[in-house]
């Protein structure tokens, strides 16, 4: 059971920093997950949270007391490390039961939880093997065995299922989820995954060039996100931005014009894929030519566009559309976000 | 199929000419004293009369062969070339591995690696005669310890740098790791790194240990009767009745070669083998 606060931390590097005053609260109990693109800092504040390194200036608070300078083992936080760091001379078995022994447990009481853990993780047949006789899935799974096989007060994880091939990923972060709400445990899970960080989290935390752009509630910050940065991270197929002027006809760019401009004068238009209807002819003030189709399935995403300027829509599985159709675009007013185009703001 | 005869042909060839000078220190061994030059007739490879009788002269001092005893027998070299060359390597590779560790994770002092360079810079005599000087002023001429320290000294370097890069592989995490669940540093160096490294810290002492066991030169610079080693034993070996001892050398060369032989063997099991493999990702 842990809540842990982060409070103004920072910390750099040579000089260079990687986190620039960031604060967040992790709720006992949240699962939250920490998204950002490579180098963001992601793994860094992990590392401080663990008290590895220390920070340059700021507060970490775990229950309300203050260990932004005790030790690692003063903190009783279980790790998933980025490259997963199994101990390589021991067994599946005694890496798991490493934390155990650390802190004294019996034999029998090692035995049980591992029992339980292996179930779960579904490791039981490979405990006797070493990590080099493993598979990377098998690692990985071992790795977050040996993480949740102590009670600690929360459990980090740096990109836990990243080796993993798709679909096992996709089992993973839902068995991920279920232990998590099972265990009640603060969970943090560090992804530059942003479907993984969606489907996870209570809360999702955008880090991004050392700073939280935004913190909320996933759907929130889909839906609302505060700055075109979030915009652009979050969400697959990726938003669509342009740069557009606002006047009494609507918002005006590239391709045309499109219905209901709540902004005028010059700004940055993001539209979201699934709110963009591509509509075969091309008589209407916004059209386009399809430039590309990628057929996923359940649903294909198609491009379209004319001298440069581009816009993703989602469209059936079966779309009719052809690769240089004639199209015209209509938006969808609710996911249509406008932004300022010096500071990249959200417009209200 | 000629390629392949080529190539075991040129892969014999080549063995045959690595092999050549030993096989023939071999087989001197083995010649009784009539045989060691053509003064007596002609040469052969193989021994006309194979015998033990050199293996007899350097261990007891005499040898129904040779007129003169030997004044000294190979026991007491023998054993100063074991201590000096066993001591040696230990200070090489604790001090060597300590200091690796350290530089390695703490990324500081790294210009300590070059540093260490400097006394393989020059030509080793350019060095080990200002050496022998502070020697003989410290008063470590002729001593075990003033050899198996010089010995540390100079083949601290090969510990460091190889000990060094098998560290900068080995990630900080697996330590971390440890940390997190309640290690010490300490206590995360001794149970989770080094069982890791040992195969590498075995390599480099068998490594270290044959550097110091070959040495000529150091020994002959700073030992003068009491603690010469071997090679230097071996150097020295001849009489005025019978000039140069060829088949005595060649039966101690062979036997100098026993050491490192069984050292390599015993350990084996750590030799060669990947560090880390298995504890990451990939
Ligand atoms: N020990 C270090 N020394 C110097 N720079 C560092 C160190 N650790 C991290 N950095 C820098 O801090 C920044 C953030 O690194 P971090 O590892 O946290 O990124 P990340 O968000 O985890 O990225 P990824 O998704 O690739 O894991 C990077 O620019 C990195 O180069
Ligand atoms: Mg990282």
Redesign the interface.
């Known amino acids: 059971m842990a809540e842990i606060q982060i409070l103004g931390v920072s910390k750099a590097y040579g000089g260079v920093p990687a986190l620039d005053n960031v604060s967040l609260t992790l709720n006992d109990g949240s699962f939250t997950s920490i998204f950002g693109p490579p180098g963001a800092g992601k793994s860094v504040l992990l590392r401080l949270l663990?008290g590895?390194e220390t920070v340059d200036a700021g507060q970490i608070l775990i229950d309300g007391v203050d260990v932004t300078r005790a030790l690692?083992?003063e903190r009783n936080?279980?790790?998933v490390?980025?490259?997963?760091?199994?101990?390589?001379?021991l067994t599946a078995y005694e890496n798991i039961a490493?934390?155990l022994r650390?802190?004294n447990v019996d034999q029998t009481e090692i035995d049980r939880r591992i029992e339980t853990l292996a179930g779960i993780l579904n490791i039981g047949h490979i405990l006797s093997k070493?990590?080099?006789?493993?598979s990377?899935g098998e690692?990985?799974r071992v790795a977050i065995g040996?993480a949740l096989v102590?009670d600690a007060g929360a459990y980090l994880m740096d990109e836990p299922i990243?080796?993993l091939d798709a679909r096992l990923r996709d089992d993973m972060r839902l068995e991920l989820k279920r232990l998590q709400s099972e265990l009640g445990k603060t969970f943090v899970y560090v992804t530059h995954d942003c479907d993984e960080a969606m489907a996870v989290a209570d809360q999702l935390a955008i880090l991004n060039e050392g700073r939280f752009e935004q913190v909320g509630r996933p759907e929130d910050v889909y839906g609302d996100p505060a700055m075109l940065a979030v915009a652009e991270l979050v969400g697959a197929p990726r938003i669509s931005v342009l740069p557009a002027f606002g006047d009494n006809d609507g918002m005006k760019f590239a391709l045309g014009r499109l219905a209901g401009a709540k902004v005028k004068g010059e700004c940055l238009m993001a539209l979201r894929p699934e709110a963009v209807q591509l509509k075969p002819g091309g008589k209407g003030p916004c059209s386009a030519l399809v430039t590309d189709i990628e057929r996923l399935g359940a649903f294909s995403i198609v491009t379209a566009g004319r001298d440069g300027t581009q816009v993703r829509a989602i469209t059936d599985g079966d779309s009719p559309l052809r690769l240089g159709a004639e199209v015209e675009i209509t938006v969808d007013p609710d996911g249509m976000l406008l932004f300022d185009a010096a500071t990249g703001a959200r417009h209200a | 199929m000629t390629g392949l005869i080529l190539r075991t042909l040129a892969v014999a060839f080549f063995a045959a000419l690595a092999l050549l000078p030993i096989s023939w220190m071999a087989s001197m061994a083995f010649k009784p004293a009539a045989e060691w030059t053509s003064a007596a007739g002609t040469l052969t490879f193989l021994p006309k009369d194979p015998t033990l009788n050199n293996f007899r002269y350097v261990f007891t001092g005499n040898s129904p062969d040779q007129m003169v005893g030997l004044d000294r027998t190979v026991w007491r070299p023998l054993y100063a070339s074991l201590l000096t060359a066993i001591s040696g390597t230990l200070i090489a590779v604790i001090c060597g591995t300590a200091a690796a560790y350290a530089v390695s994770r703490q990324r500081i002092h790294e210009s300590i690696g070059l540093s260490l360079l400097q006394l393989r810079i020059f030509p080793p005599l350019a060095v080990m005669i200002p050496v022998m000087i502070m020697w003989s002023f410290l008063g470590m001429i002729d001593t075990w310890w003033g050899l198996a320290l010089i010995y540390g000294i100079v083949t601290l370097p090969f510990s460091y740098w190889l000990m060094k890069a098998y560290f900068d592989e080995l990630?900080r995490?697996?330590e971390?790791?440890?940390?997190?669940?309640?290690?010490?540093p300490f206590e995360a160096f001794r149970q989770?790194t080094l069982?890791?490294v040992a195969s590498a810290v075995a390599s480099t002492a068998l490594f270290i240990f044959i550097l110091n066991w070959s040495d000529y030169l150091i020994a002959l610079l700073l030992t003068r009767k009491e603690w010469t080693t071997i090679p230097v034993y071996m150097n020295a070996l001849a009489t005025a009745a019978s000039g140069q001892l060829y088949g005595a050398k060649a039966a101690l060369g062979l036997l100098a070669a026993v050491p490192p032989i069984i050292l390599g063997i015993s350990i084996q099991r750590f030799l060669v083998r990947?560090?880390?493999?298995?504890?990451?990702?990939?």
């Open positions: 663990l590895l690692p083992s936080l279980g790790m490390f980025q490259n997963l760091a199994l101990f390589p001379q490493f934390p650390r802190r070493k990590p080099a006789a493993l990377g690692r990985q040996r102590r990243a080796a | 990630p995490e697996i971390e790791a440890a940390i997190v669940e309640g290690c010490t989770i069982p890791i990947g560090l880390t493999f298995g504890a990451l990702k990939q």
